[in-house]
C-alpha cells in the first residue's frame, strides 16, 4: 500500500460509524471523483476504510498519506470534506484548525503495538491489503517449512501467555493437545468477550480479522485440528460481518479449506454465533454452547485438551492470543520475549475508558505502570477531576487506588494487590464514582449471568445483591460489611468455575480500600460521591440560579417550575432523581447531596 | 401466532437448515428470531412435533441465553447499552429519560402500540463513546437524556 502516491484512510470501526464515518468516507470518495484525476494517476489513489486505531473519541479520524507524508485529522464531518480536499490535496496544504492535536500523538507515543500493528492502517475488508503487510506470510511459512514441533516450540519461547484473562501459557496448551491422539481435533476462537468495558477483541476483529484466522490456521497445524471454530458475540455485529467476508476471502485463496497451498494440511473454520450469556466465556460452557446446549461449565478435569468440543482434544484461544502469533512466528519468539516482564511477555491490549481524557484502545508492554496508563496516554483525568481508583479485569476483578499507581502491570503485579489483568477492561473512577455503587453494579451483572449450577454462586450472588441493594438504599445495618466478607469467601471457595470463584472480587476489593464509604452509606446514610439515589436529594440554589429554563426543558419529570429569567424551583415530591437538571445546568446552580 | 401455510413452509426451510447444522437447537432458536423477530409458542410446538424433541428442551434453551426472546417486539428496537463504562457515565439517567418519553411503567419493555422496544444489554463494546444506545441497528454515543428524547420524538413522526 505505501507504493500509493494518495492515500485516505477513514477510521471505520464501531466507533467510526456512530460518529458517522460512513458518511465521511463516501463524501471523500465523490470529492475525489470530482476530481478528475487522469487515469494515469488514478492507479497511486485509494481511499478506504480502516479499522479502530484507538482514539474513538476522536472519531471521525482520517489520515492522509501524500508521498508517504500522513496527517491525521479529528473530529471530521462529511461537511468537512470539501475543505481538506481543495486544500490539502489539491491545494498540498493542510487544513491545521483540523489535525489532530499534540494530545492525539502523546496518547500513541507510549504505546507498543504488535496485536495492532497494522488495524488502523489496512482495509479490514480486503484480504489483499493484509497480503501487503505480510498476511499469511506466517501461515505460509509454517505449513511448508516448520514441524509441529518446531511451532510449539517458538511460542513457548516467545513466553506467550492467554489473553482472555487466565494467562495460562499458550505454547504449553499447545504442547499438551498436540500430544493427545487423536484423528479429530479442534482449535476454538474465544471471541466471547463478555466483560462489560472491554472491547479489545471486538476492535480487533473489526481491524484486521485475517490476523486471528491467521493464528488460527497455525494453531490448527501445531495441535493438530482439523476444524475450527469463532465463538462470537452476537452483540458484535460488524465484527461477525467482516469475519465472515474475511473467512469466504481466505477460502478463496485456498488458505482455508482442503489441501491448503497445496500442503497436506486440511483446516476449515465455522463461526458460530453466541445468544448472549456472559458464562460462556469460560472454556467449558462455550464447548457446550457450541454444541447447542444451555451454557453451564463442568468441572474439569478432563481438560478441553483432552476432552473437548464433542468429546474431543479441543484447544481454546482467545482472539488476542491469536491474533500474536503470526508475528511471533514471523519476527521469531526472542523479538517478542523482548517485550514485558520475565514472566508476562508481549504487550497486552486495553480499554482503556471511563474518567480519563483520552478513552480508547491502547497496546502498551506488559509492565508499563498504570500511572503511564492514566496519564501519559490517557491524558489524566477528564473535566480536570480527582483520581479515586481504576477498575481491572471487569466484573472478575478489582480496584486498584491512587497509592498504587505506580505498579506494573502485568499478571503476577495485579494479582498481589488483588486484581487482575483479566481480559483487558480498566474503567477509570473519580471522585463522583461511589464503590459500593460500583460493586452493586458488577454484582447485579454477576448474578443475572450466573448459569445456576452451583449454589454458592447463583444463591450467594444473590445474597450479597440484596446487602448491597440495602446499604446503596440506605437501608444498611451494621455487620453487612462483615456479612458480605464472609459471604463472599465463601462463594469464592466453593464455585465451579471462574464466574463464581471471581463474582465476589469487585465486593472485596472495594470494601479493602474503600471500608469508610460502606460505612458513610450504613451509618450515616449518606453516599459521599453523591451517586445513590435514595440517599441523595435535588436541590436549586436560588442565588445561582439564572432561570435559563435548561433544566425545565431536561427534566424527564416535570419537577422544576418557575418563570424565565427567574429563579426556578425544583419539587422534590417529583423528582425522580435523574440528574439530568445538574447535567445541564451551566452555572452551577442544581446541587446534589 | 398461527401456522399458515406460509408459515409452515418457512418453517420447513428453517428445519432443512436445521439438519445441516449438525441438529444445532441454539442455531435452530436463531434461525427461527431471525426469521420472526422472537420465538413463537406455536413454532416451537410444530419444531417439537417434527423433530420429536421436547418443548421443554427449546425453553431451556431458550430461556438461559439472553438475546432469545419469547415475546413479539416493537418496530422500533432501542438497545441501551448498560456496560461498566456506560453505568458510570450516566447510563441510568438515559435509560430513565427513554422510559418516561416511552411511558414505558417498572418491568416492561415495550409499548402498548408496538411501536417501541426498549431493551438494556450489558455491553456493546463502544466504551470510548459511553454512554451508547443503538437504535434500529445504528450506534448513538455520547448519549445524554435529552439527545435520545429527540430520536425517540423524530421516531414517533
Same mark, same amino acid.
Given at each position: 500500500?505505501?507504493?500509493?502516491?494518495?492515500?485516505?484512510?477513514?477510521?471505520?470501526?464501531?466507533?467510526?460509524?456512530?460518529?458517522?464515518?460512513?458518511?465521511?468516507?463516501?463524501?471523500?470518495?465523490?470529492?475525489?471523483?470530482?476530481?478528475?484525476?487522469?487515469?494515469?494517476?488514478?492507479?497511486?489513489?485509494?481511499?478506504?476504510?480502516?479499522?479502530?486505531?484507538?482514539?474513538?473519541?476522536?472519531?471521525?479520524?482520517?489520515?492522509?498519506?501524500?508521498?508517504?507524508?500522513?496527517?491525521?485529522?479529528?473530529?471530521?464531518?462529511?461537511?468537512?470534506?470539501?475543505?481538506?480536499?481543495?486544500?490539502?490535496?489539491?491545494?498540498?496544504?493542510?487544513?491545521?484548525?483540523?489535525?489532530?492535536?499534540?494530545?492525539?500523538?502523546?496518547?500513541?507515543?507510549?504505546?507498543?503495538?504488535?496485536?495492532?500493528?497494522?488495524?488502523?492502517?489496512?482495509?479490514?475488508?480486503?484480504?489483499?491489503?493484509?497480503?501487503?503487510?505480510?498476511?499469511?506470510?506466517?501461515?505460509?511459512?509454517?505449513?511448508?517449512?516448520?514441524?509441529?514441533?518446531?511451532?510449539?516450540?517458538?511460542?513457548?519461547?516467545?513466553?506467550?501467555?492467554?489473553?482472555?484473562?487466565?494467562?495460562?501459557?499458550?505454547?504449553?496448551?499447545?504442547?499438551?493437545?498436540?500430544?493427545?491422539?487423536?484423528?479429530?481435533?479442534?482449535?476454538?476462537?474465544? &471471541?466471547?468477550?463478555?466483560?462489560?468495558?472491554?472491547?479489545?477483541?471486538?476492535?480487533?476483529?473489526?481491524?484486521?480479522?485475517?490476523?486471528?484466522?491467521?493464528?488460527?490456521?497455525?494453531?490448527?497445524?501445531?495441535?493438530?485440528?482439523?476444524?475450527?471454530?469463532?465463538?462470537?458475540?452476537?452483540?458484535?455485529?460488524?465484527?461477525?460481518?467482516?469475519?465472515?467476508? &474475511?473467512?469466504?476471502?481466505?477460502?478463496?485463496?485456498?488458505?482455508?479449506?482442503?489441501?491448503?497451498?497445496?500442503?497436506?494440511?486440511?483446516?476449515?473454520?465455522?463461526?458460530?454465533?453466541? &445468544?448472549?450469556?456472559?458464562?460462556?466465556?469460560?472454556?467449558?460452557?462455550?464447548?457446550?454452547?457450541?454444541?447447542?446446549?444451555?451454557?453451564?461449565?463442568?468441572?474439569?478435569?478432563?481438560?478441553?485438551?483432552?476432552?473437548?468440543?464433542?468429546?474431543?482434544?479441543?484447544?481454546?484461544?482467545?482472539?488476542?492470543?491469536?491474533?500474536?502469533?503470526?508475528?511471533?512466528?514471523?519476527?521469531?519468539?526472542?523479538?517478542?520475549?523482548?517485550?514485558?516482564?520475565?514472566?508476562?511477555?508481549?504487550?497486552?491490549?486495553?480499554?482503556?475508558?471511563?474518567?480519563?481524557?483520552?478513552?480508547?484502545?491502547?497496546?502498551?508492554?506488559?509492565?508499563?505502570?498504570?500511572?503511564?496508563?492514566?496519564?501519559?496516554?490517557?491524558?489524566?483525568?477528564?473535566?480536570?477531576?480527582?483520581?479515586?481508583?481504576?477498575?481491572?479485569?471487569?466484573?472478575?476483578?478489582?480496584?486498584?487506588?491512587?497509592?498504587?499507581?505506580?505498579?506494573?502491570?502485568?499478571?503476577?503485579?495485579?494479582?498481589?494487590?488483588?486484581?487482575?489483568?483479566?481480559?483487558?477492561?480498566?474503567?477509570?473512577?473519580?471522585?463522583?464514582?461511589?464503590?459500593?455503587?460500583?460493586?452493586?453494579?458488577?454484582?447485579?451483572?454477576?448474578?443475572?449471568?450466573?448459569?445456576?449450577?452451583?449454589?454458592?454462586?447463583?444463591?450467594?450472588?444473590?445474597?450479597?445483591?440484596?446487602?448491597?441493594?440495602?446499604?446503596?438504599?440506605?437501608?444498611?445495618?451494621?455487620?453487612?460489611?462483615?456479612?458480605?466478607?464472609?459471604?463472599?469467601?465463601?462463594?469464592?471457595?466453593?464455585?465451579?468455575?471462574?464466574?463464581?470463584?471471581?463474582?465476589?472480587?469487585?465486593?472485596?476489593?472495594?470494601?479493602?480500600?474503600?471500608?469508610?464509604?460502606?460505612?458513610?452509606?450504613?451509618?450515616?446514610?449518606?453516599?459521599?460521591?453523591?451517586?445513590?439515589?435514595?440517599?441523595?436529594?435535588?436541590?436549586?440554589?436560588?442565588?445561582?440560579?439564572?432561570?435559563?429554563?435548561?433544566?425545565?426543558?431536561?427534566?424527564?419529570?416535570?419537577?422544576?417550575?418557575?418563570?424565565?429569567?427567574?429563579?426556578?424551583?425544583?419539587?422534590?415530591?417529583?423528582?425522580?432523581?435523574?440528574?439530568?437538571?445538574?447535567?445541564?445546568?451551566?452555572?452551577?446552580?442544581?446541587?446534589?447531596? | 401466532?398461527?401456522?399458515?401455510?406460509?408459515?409452515?413452509?418457512?418453517?420447513?426451510?428453517?428445519?432443512?437448515?436445521?439438519?445441516?447444522?449438525?441438529?444445532?437447537?441454539?442455531?435452530?432458536?436463531?434461525?427461527?428470531?431471525?426469521?420472526?423477530?422472537?420465538?413463537?409458542?406455536?413454532?416451537?410446538?410444530?419444531?417439537?412435533?417434527?423433530?420429536?424433541?421436547?418443548?421443554?428442551?427449546?425453553?431451556?434453551?431458550?430461556?438461559?441465553?439472553?438475546?432469545?426472546?419469547?415475546?413479539?417486539?416493537?418496530?422500533?428496537?432501542?438497545?441501551?447499552?448498560?456496560?461498566?463504562?456506560?453505568?458510570?457515565?450516566?447510563?441510568?439517567?438515559?435509560?430513565?429519560?427513554?422510559?418516561?418519553?416511552?411511558?414505558?411503567?417498572?418491568?416492561?419493555?415495550?409499548?402498548?402500540?408496538?411501536?417501541?422496544?426498549?431493551?438494556?444489554?450489558?455491553?456493546?463494546?463502544?466504551?470510548?463513546?459511553?454512554?451508547?444506545?443503538?437504535?434500529?441497528?445504528?450506534?448513538?454515543?455520547?448519549?445524554?437524556?435529552?439527545?435520545?428524547?429527540?430520536?425517540?420524538?423524530?421516531?414517533?413522526?
Amino acid at each position: 500500500m505505501k507504493t500509493n502516491k494518495l492515500e485516505i484512510m477513514v477510521c471505520m470501526g464501531t466507533g467510526g460509524i456512530a460518529a458517522g464515518g460512513t458518511e465521511v468516507l463516501s463524501a471523500f470518495e465523490s470529492a475525489i471523483k470530482k476530481l478528475k484525476i487522469p487515469a494515469k494517476l488514478k492507479k497511486g489513489c485509494s481511499v478506504h476504510k480502516v479499522g479502530c486505531r484507538g482514539l474513538c473519541a476522536r472519531d471521525v479520524l482520517v489520515d492522509i498519506i501524500i508521498k508517504e507524508k500522513k496527517s491525521t485529522y479529528q473530529y471530521i464531518k462529511p461537511d468537512m470534506v470539501q475543505r481538506i480536499v481543495d486544500e490539502h490535496i489539491v491545494g498540498n496544504q493542510p487544513v491545521a484548525d483540523w489535525l489532530a492535536t499534540e494530545d492525539y500523538h502523546n496518547f500513541h507515543e507510549k504505546q507498543v503495538k504488535v496485536v495492532l500493528s497494522d488495524c488502523g492502517n489496512i482495509n479490514p475488508e480486503s484480504i489483499d491489503a493484509y497480503f501487503a503487510v505480510n498476511g499469511y506470510e506466517a501461515a505460509k511459512k509454517v505449513l511448508t517449512l516448520m514441524s509441529r514441533q518446531d511451532v510449539i516450540e517458538e511460542i513457548k519461547r516467545s513466553g506467550l501467555r492467554g489473553r482472555g484473562g487466565a494467562g495460562f501459557p499458550t505454547g504449553v496448551k499447545w504442547e499438551i493437545c498436540g500430544g493427545v491422539k487423536n484423528a479429530q481435533k479442534y482449535i476454538i476462537c474465544n &471471541a466471547d468477550e463478555g466483560d462489560p468495558g472491554a472491547f479489545m477483541d471486538r476492535a480487533i476483529i473489526e481491524g484486521n480479522p485475517h490476523s486471528v484466522i491467521e493464528g488460527m490456521i497455525i494453531g490448527a497445524y501445531a495441535i493438530g485440528a482439523g476444524k475450527g471454530y469463532v465463538y462470537i458475540r452476537a452483540e458484535y455485529p460488524l465484527a461477525v460481518e467482516r469475519l465472515r467476508k &474475511a473467512l469466504e476471502d481466505a477460502g478463496k485463496k485456498n488458505l482455508l479449506g482442503k489441501k491448503i497451498l497445496k500442503t497436506g494440511f486440511s483446516f476449515d473454520i465455522k463461526v458460530k454465533l453466541g &445468544a448472549g450469556a456472559f458464562v460462556c466465556g469460560e472454556e467449558t460452557a462455550l464447548i457446550v454452547s457450541i454444541e447447542g446446549q444451555r451454557g453451564m461449565p463442568r468441572a474439569k478435569p478432563p481438560f478441553p485438551v483432552h476432552s473437548g468440543l464433542w468429546g474431543k482434544p479441543t484447544v481454546i484461544n482467545n482472539v488476542e492470543t491469536l491474533a500474536n502469533i503470526p508475528h511471533i512466528i514471523r519476527k521469531g519468539p526472542d523479538w517478542f520475549a523482548s517485550f514485558g516482564t520475565e514472566k508476562s511477555r508481549g504487550t497486552k491490549v486495553f480499554a482503556l475508558t471511563g474518567k480519563v481524557k483520552n478513552t480508547g484502545l491502547i497496546e502498551v508492554p506488559m509492565g508499563i505502570s498504570l500511572k503511564e496508563i492514566i496519564y501519559d496516554i490517557g491524558g489524566g483525568m477528564d473535566k480536570g477531576r480527582d483520581f479515586k481508583a481504576v477498575q481491572t479485569g471487569g466484573p472478575s476483578g478489582g480496584c486498584i487506588t491512587a497509592d498504587l499507581l505506580d505498579i506494573n502491570v502485568d499478571y503476577e503485579s495485579l494479582a498481589k494487590v488483588g486484581s487482575i489483568v483479566g481480559s483487558g477492561g480498566m474503567v477509570v473512577l473519580d471522585d463522583t464514582d461511589c464503590m459500593v455503587s460500583i460493586a452493586r453494579f458488577f454484582l447485579e451483572f454477576t448474578q443475572v449471568e450466573s448459569c445456576g449450577k452451583c449454589v454458592p454462586c447463583r444463591i450467594g450472588t444473590k445474597r450479597l445483591l440484596e446487602i448491597l441493594d440495602r446499604i446503596t438504599a440506605g437501608k444498611g445495618k451494621e455487620g453487612d460489611i462483615e456479612l458480605l466478607e464472609e459471604l463472599g469467601k465463601d462463594i469464592k471457595a466453593s464455585s465451579l468455575c471462574g464466574l463464581g470463584q471471581t463474582a465476589p472480587n469487585p465486593v472485596l476489593s472495594t470494601i479493602k480500600y474503600f471500608r469508610p464509604e460502606y460505612e458513610a452509606h450504613i451509618r450515616d446514610m449518606k453516599c459521599p460521591a453523591a451517586v445513590c439515589k435514595e440517599l441523595i436529594e435535588f436541590t436549586i440554589l436560588e442565588e445561582l440560579c439564572k432561570g435559563c429554563g435548561a433544566c425545565v426543558r431536561a427534566c424527564p419529570a416535570n419537577a422544576i417550575k418557575g418563570e424565565k429569567k427567574k429563579p426556578h424551583t425544583l419539587s422534590s415530591e417529583l423528582c425522580v432523581k435523574c440528574g439530568s437538571c445538574f447535567d445541564v445546568c451551566k452555572f452551577g446552580a442544581v446541587k446534589k447531596e | 401466532m398461527e401456522i399458515t401455510s406460509n408459515v409452515e413452509k418457512t418453517l420447513n426451510r428453517i428445519l432443512k437448515d436445521f439438519s445441516a447444522e449438525e441438529g444445532n437447537i441454539i442455531s435452530l432458536l436463531q434461525l427461527i428470531q431471525d426469521e420472526f423477530g422472537y420465538i413463537p409458542e406455536s413454532t416451537v410446538g410444530w419444531f417439537s412435533g417434527r423433530l420429536d424433541i421436547p418443548e421443554s428442551r427449546f425453553y431451556g434453551i431458550a430461556t438461559f441465553y439472553a438475546r432469545f426472546y419469547q415475546k413479539e417486539r416493537g418496530k422500533n428496537i432501542i438497545t441501551a447499552c448498560c456496560g461498566t463504562a456506560c453505568h458510570v457515565k450516566g447510563a441510568d439517567r438515559v435509560i430513565n429519560a427513554a422510559r418516561i418519553e416511552l411511558g414505558l411503567a417498572e418491568g416492561e419493555n415495550t409499548t402498548d402500540d408496538m411501536d417501541f422496544t426498549l431493551e438494556q444489554v450489558a455491553c456493546v463494546g463502544a466504551c470510548s463513546i459511553a454512554p451508547v444506545v443503538i437504535i434500529n441497528k445504528k450506534v448513538y454515543g455520547r448519549q445524554t437524556s435529552g439527545r435520545l428524547t429527540r430520536e425517540i420524538k423524530a421516531l414517533k413522526k
